[in-house]
């Protein structure tokens, strides 16, 4: 039976400092697997016909952890939905797809017609002319859920799954240094947290940080880890990036990429971290290392997440020289 | 992003932002590199036209359909509208004119056959009614009056400077975010962005005043609660008094805690212009803030 949906959930949740200094402090041990919450339900925003979220006129009815919006009208700018949304209520079934199921559905009922009718008596032209109509139709609707991932107020549907095969590790270079550590400990969190992300990998200068679900065959010793991935790094030629690069859809897996990247990849973006203009740094490389990301959705990634993404890839720039910098802080 | 793209353009003629060409004059002058930026896509090209250095692995495929869709929004929104409105036409006017009589009856597979389309139809048209009630509403951004300013306070180590700064730059370049105070352990460690001029000293921002701000029931509120607190709408809130080095046209504020002992005041030039994924990362940047200012408070 078709019912009224709830509200969205909304990913931050109630924010103690307890808990992002522990996530530091983590980094600094580099734990091996752990229980990191690692696919938040992030927004289970809206897509086409049938988006969820909360009600119009919100009178507090949305449920919502830690961030309280105390907005009235429901209309925002950007990508955020507060309408009263139908749904059908089944788990798992995503209802901005209804117009493909309903398009396959009918127009293989209208075919069905057409050869029964042809093989009992003759069909007229009204009839043909019909049924033509009504195919096209039912081929436009196939196409409108995927059309409708285009519009400016469609949301990545967190449709994400935890594809088999992968085994979570978080391993970080032991040469960084404390604070170094406990800043890429918490990018990385925050990446996997905030984004539609399943795996990460943050290489800067000569330190690595890799977390998430990744492509582990064999059991490897972190240092060994870390080597393996500087060996695939190096091989894909990511340090010589300059722009962000974004595969919306499934990148090539024959490639190099194929084998470092973990199984059920869907969406790949690597933000470079272009280096500051002083000029005492030797200005022959533009950037000082990368982020990537691996999401199991495509089209994970909207404009917005790339920009927040490129915000916490400038974190690290002028880490290199900071590391210098900080050189009596890291006694800490 | 901008300055590394300010660096190499020193030697172009034509200083462009975002151009499709770039000139590569580091380190190997000789073979200029033509790329594509990364929106929309680039699109392949021969390896051996890059020289050394340059990135080579796989690139994305450009997607036509959907730079379509996006710069055609308002249309694609209506099509199918009109594409269900003149189906549901199209049957009525086939069973009209073809001398059928007016009647539905399921035995006919004609009508069947009229049924069926008339179902698509009516999906078509609701599917277009959906998506033109998503349709997000475009507020435009009002300037903020006022000066621009940027005051650090001396006392922090030069790392939480650093963060901080790092913080401002992210909000301000990803959010509507104008102006940006930072007050902890009961002093102001920041304000930065636009701030409401002083009346006495013209040209000056106004300062911030520490101790009637935590007096300030906005100020309590955020910090007996512990949670983040947004203000989408300023005009309507009786708290605009109380922070009084906000621009007078500041649209929406965001009252974040750090902590137990501090607040980061963000104040937007949009109404309703934070959006869910802004609060949530705000909210873990200001983790991040209090534990850093909490560090180099403690040396």
């Given at each position: 039976?078709?019912?009224?949906?709830?509200?969205?959930?909304?990913?931050?949740?109630?924010?103690?400092?307890?808990?992002s200094a522990r996530e530091m402090e983590r980094g600094c041990g580099t734990i091996l697997?752990?229980?990191i919450?690692?696919?938040?339900?992030?927004?289970?925003?809206?897509?086409?016909?049938?988006?969820?979220?909360?009600?119009?006129?919100?009178?507090?009815?949305?449920?919502?952890?830690?961030?309280?919006?105390?907005?009235?009208?429901?209309?925002?700018?950007?990508?955020?939905?507060?309408?009263?949304?139908?749904?059908?209520?089944?788990?798992?079934?995503?209802?901005?797809?209804?117009?493909?199921?309903?398009?396959?559905?009918?127009?293989?009922?209208?075919?069905?017609?057409?050869?029964?009718?042809?093989?009992?008596?003759?069909?007229?032209?009204?009839?043909?002319?019909?049924?033509?109509?009504?195919?096209?139709?039912?081929?436009?609707?196939?196409?409108?859920?995927?059309?409708?991932?285009?519009?400016?107020?469609?949301?990545?549907?967190?449709?994400?799954?935890?594809?088999?095969?992968?085994?979570?590790i978080f391993v970080m270079s032991e040469n960084a240094s404390v604070t170094q550590k406990e800043d890429l400990a918490w990018a990385s969190y925050v990446l996997l947290?905030?984004?539609?992300?399943?795996?990460v990998l943050i290489a800067v200068g000569d330190v690595l940080c890799v977390r998430g679900?990744?492509?582990?065959?064999?059991?490897?010793?972190k240092a060994?880890i870390v080597e393996?991935f500087k060996?695939?790094i190096?091989?894909?030629?990511f340090h010589?990036?300059?722009?962000?690069?974004?595969?919306?859809?499934?990148?090539?897996?024959?490639?190099?990429?194929?084998?470092?990247?973990?199984?059920?990849?869907?969406?790949?973006?690597?933000q470079p971290v272009l280096s500051t203009?002083t000029?005492?740094i030797?200005?022959?490389k533009?950037t000082e290392g990368f982020v990537l990301l691996?999401?199991?959705?495509?089209?994970?990634?909207?404009?917005?997440?790339?920009?927040?993404i490129?915000a916490v890839a400038n974190k690290f720039q002028g880490i290199n020289a900071s590391r210098n910098f900080h050189g009596v802080e890291t006694s800490q | 992003?901008?300055?590394?793209?300010?660096?190499?353009?020193?030697?172009?003629?034509?200083?462009?932002?975002?151009?499709?060409?770039?000139?590569?004059?580091?380190?190997?002058?000789?073979?200029?590199?033509?790329?594509?930026?990364?929106?929309?896509?680039?699109?392949?090209?021969?390896?051996?036209?890059?020289?050394?250095?340059?990135?080579?692995?796989?690139?994305?495929?450009?997607?036509?359909?959907?730079?379509?869709?996006?710069?055609?929004?308002?249309?694609?929104?209506?099509?199918?509208?009109?594409?269900?409105?003149?189906?549901?036409?199209?049957?009525?006017?086939?069973?009209?004119?073809?001398?059928?009589?007016?009647?539905?009856?399921?035995?006919?597979?004609?009508?069947?056959?009229?049924?069926?389309?008339?179902?698509?139809?009516?999906?078509?048209?609701?599917?277009?009614?959906?998506?033109?009630?998503?349709?997000?509403?475009?507020?435009?951004?009002?300037?903020?009056?006022?000066?621009?300013?940027?005051?650090?306070?001396?006392?922090?180590a030069n790392y939480a400077v650093l963060e901080l700064l790092w913080a401002?730059?992210s909000?301000?370049?990803?959010?509507?975010?104008?102006?940006?105070?930072?007050?902890?352990?009961?002093?102001?460690?920041?304000?930065?962005?636009?701030?409401?001029?002083?009346?006495?000293?013209?040209?000056?921002?106004?300062?911030?005043?520490?101790?009637?701000?935590?007096?300030?029931?906005?100020?309590?509120?955020?910090?007996?609660?512990?949670?983040?607190?947004?203000?989408?709408?300023?005009?309507?809130?009786?708290?605009?008094?109380?922070?009084?080095?906000?621009?007078?046209?500041?649209?929406?504020?965001?009252?974040?805690?750090?902590?137990?002992?501090?607040?980061?005041?963000?104040?937007?030039?949009?109404?309703?212009?934070?959006?869910?994924?802004?609060?949530?990362?705000?909210?873990l940047i200001?983790e991040k803030l209090d534990v850093t200012l909490s560090k180099s408070?403690?040396n």
């Amino acid at each position: 039976m078709p019912s009224l949906s709830r509200a969205s959930h909304v990913s931050a949740e109630s924010s103690t400092r307890g808990e992002s200094a522990r996530e530091m402090e983590r980094g600094c041990g580099t734990i091996l697997g752990g229980s990191i919450p690692l696919l938040q339900p992030r927004r289970k925003g809206a897509n086409s016909l049938f988006p969820r979220s909360s009600s119009r006129r919100a009178q507090n009815r949305r449920r919502f952890a830690g961030v309280r919006a105390q907005d009235r009208n429901s209309q925002q700018q950007q990508l955020n939905l507060s309408v009263l949304r139908f749904t059908l209520g089944i788990p798992g079934l995503d209802e901005s797809y209804l117009p493909r199921y309903i398009g396959l559905g009918f127009g293989s009922l209208i075919l069905l017609n057409h050869f029964f009718s042809s093989s009992s008596s003759n069909v007229t032209s009204a009839q043909l002319r019909s049924e033509a109509l009504g195919i096209c139709l039912a081929a436009f609707s196939t196409a409108l859920p995927y059309l409708g991932k285009f519009l400016k107020s469609a949301t990545p549907v967190d449709r994400s799954s935890l594809p088999e095969g992968n085994k979570q590790i978080f391993v970080m270079s032991e040469n960084a240094s404390v604070t170094q550590k406990e800043d890429l400990a918490w990018a990385s969190y925050v990446l996997l947290r905030n984004t539609n992300t399943m795996s990460v990998l943050i290489a800067v200068g000569d330190v690595l940080c890799v977390r998430g679900y990744w492509n582990m065959t064999e059991d490897l010793s972190k240092a060994h880890i870390v080597e393996w991935f500087k060996s695939q790094i190096q091989q894909t030629g990511f340090h010589d990036l300059e722009d962000t690069l974004y595969f919306p859809q499934k990148p090539d897996s024959d490639s190099q990429l194929g084998r470092m990247l973990p199984k059920g990849t869907l969406s790949l973006l690597v933000q470079p971290v272009l280096s500051t203009s002083t000029p005492t740094i030797n200005v022959t490389k533009k950037t000082e290392g990368f982020v990537l990301l691996v999401s199991s959705a495509d089209y994970a990634y909207g404009d917005k997440d790339r920009a927040w993404i490129r915000a916490v890839a400038n974190k690290f720039q002028g880490i290199n020289a900071s590391r210098n910098f900080h050189g009596v802080e890291t006694s800490q | 992003m901008e300055v590394g793209c300010l660096l190499l353009f020193r030697t172009l003629s034509s200083p462009l932002i975002r151009p499709p060409l770039r000139r590569h004059s580091w380190p190997v002058p000789s073979s200029p590199l033509l790329r594509a930026s990364s929106s929309p896509p680039p699109l392949p090209s021969p390896p051996s036209a890059y020289p050394q250095g340059a990135y080579r692995g796989p690139k994305p495929r450009r997607d036509l359909v959907g730079d379509w869709v996006s710069n055609n929004d308002g249309f694609v929104r209506s099509l199918p509208i009109f594409v269900g409105g003149l189906s549901l036409l199209a049957v009525l006017l086939n069973r009209a004119f073809s001398g059928i009589a007016p009647v539905t009856d399921a035995s006919s597979s004609q009508s069947r056959a009229d049924i069926l389309t008339l179902a698509l139809a009516v999906t078509n048209l609701l599917s277009g009614l959906v998506w033109l009630s998503i349709r997000p509403k475009y507020i435009s951004p009002v300037v903020p009056q006022g000066v621009d300013c940027k005051r650090i306070n001396s006392k922090i180590a030069n790392y939480a400077v650093l963060e901080l700064l790092w913080a401002w730059e992210s909000l301000s370049a990803t959010t509507c975010c104008r102006s940006l105070v930072v007050v902890h352990g009961g002093f102001c460690l920041l304000q930065i962005g636009v701030a409401a001029e002083s009346l006495t000293e013209v040209g000056e921002a106004v300062a911030v005043d520490v101790h009637k701000l935590i007096q300030s029931s906005v100020y309590r509120n955020v910090a007996e609660s512990g949670k983040q607190s947004y203000l989408a709408n300023l005009s309507l809130y009786p708290a605009k008094s109380e922070l009084p080095f906000l621009p007078t046209t500041t649209q929406a504020v965001i009252l974040q805690p750090l902590g137990n002992s501090g607040i980061a005041i963000i104040g937007g030039d949009t109404i309703r212009g934070f959006t869910d994924l802004d609060q949530a990362w705000i909210t873990l940047i200001a983790e991040k803030l209090d534990v850093t200012l909490s560090k180099s408070q403690d040396n």
